[in-house]
């Protein structure tokens, strides 16, 4: 047993060490993680307008640069609507060639740069993205002059810089995040493809539009995070009774997307620590309540689900 000059030499020394250590401290330690955020800019799937929801988008801002999943219609504004500066957008990624994934993908860029954007923009998807941005440059190639000799604009094009991807695995890999696609199942679309983003903080997927897919659970193995198209299949029964063609509709939809318990038993496979809702079809039935869609979901998954909104933070 130690006697009390010896417990005395030792709690001077601790505290001196303690000291020593809170001094040193700054010096010592990592720099704090860079945390992400994801923004749900619209939630709605299919091309048409809806009151309930915007079209598809998302935003990933990591250390204050800006990365956007798909550019549904209004994407801009919705961008400007959670307070996203659209000169902070340091790349851009397509899922798939369809017109609510892609209606305002030129639009988006054309419109930051006539605010404050002059650094370029890599963009990212299945082809013909190049065609695209150079049919796009083209097309509004007099307002794109007009402001560059009125306003001393930078020119447009050397700002865009498509990169077309036909094949999974990494995409870009930067100092804040490592982007990986997988091929997906959305017929009769060809390339269509799945995001998984790796952040200093967490892990986050995008499946895009998709059936149930081998691919996107092995993509998403583990992931804290997997935002996923969904489908409720009861309420889109009731809205196909309408449709001249509500066979062949669908047979397309059955065919292309996911339903709501499917979603579930992917989320479970893949082991993901919360299941995101989003790409709601149908989108603008206002009886479907949250519950609705969470119950449905949480038949075979039973982690964290969250029933996005346009706008959502997470």
Not at 103 to 121: C, E, R
Not at 132 to 138: I, P
Request: hydrophobic residues 45%; proline residues 7%.
């Amino acid at each position: 047993m130690e006697d009390a000059p010896d417990r005395h030499r030792r709690l001077l020394l601790s505290a001196g060490l303690a000291g020593l250590g809170a001094l040193a401290l700054p010096k010592l330690s990592l720099a704090a993680p860079q945390c992400s955020r994801l923004v749900l800019l619209g939630t709605a799937g299919g091309p048409t307008p809806k009151a309930l929801r915007a079209a598809p988008s998302n935003a990933l801002i990591v250390d204050g640069v800006v990365y956007v999943i798909d550019c549904g219609n209004g994407v801009a504004r919705q961008l400007a609507l959670a307070g996203i500066a659209l000169d902070k957008i340091a790349n851009v990624f397509i899922t798939h060639q369809h017109s609510d994934h892609t209606a305002d993908y030129g639009n988006l860029l054309w419109l930051a740069w006539a605010g404050s954007l002059a650094h370029p923009v890599d963009t990212w998807g299945p082809p013909p993205l190049s065609q695209m941005t150079r049919l796009f440059l083209e097309m509004n190639d007099a307002d794109i002059r007009t402001r560059i000799g009125d306003e001393g604009r930078p020119p447009l094009a050397p700002l865009i810089r498509p990169h077309e991807l036909t094949h999974a695995g990494t995409v870009m890999h930067d100092a804040r995040v490592k982007v990986t696609a997988a091929l997906v199942q959305h017929p009769p679309v060809a390339s269509a493809f799945a995001y998984r983003f790796d952040c200093p903080d967490r892990s986050i997927v995008f499946s895009g539009d998709t059936r149930p897919s081998e691919s996107l659970v092995e993509l998403a193995r583990g992931a804290d995070v997997l935002v996923h198209e969904v489908m409720y299949l009861p309420a889109l029964d009731k809205i196909l009774a309408a449709e001249s063609q509500a066979a062949r509709l669908r047979e397309h939809l059955l065919a292309s997307h996911t339903t709501t318990e499917q979603v579930g038993r992917i989320a479970a496979e893949a082991g993901v620590k919360t299941l995101v809702l989003n790409h709601f079809v149908p989108g603008g039935d206002p009886s479907l309540t949250d519950d609705i869609w969470r119950d449905a979901a949480a038949k075979h998954y039973k982690g964290r689900i969250v029933v996005g909104r346009d706008l959502m933070e997470l």
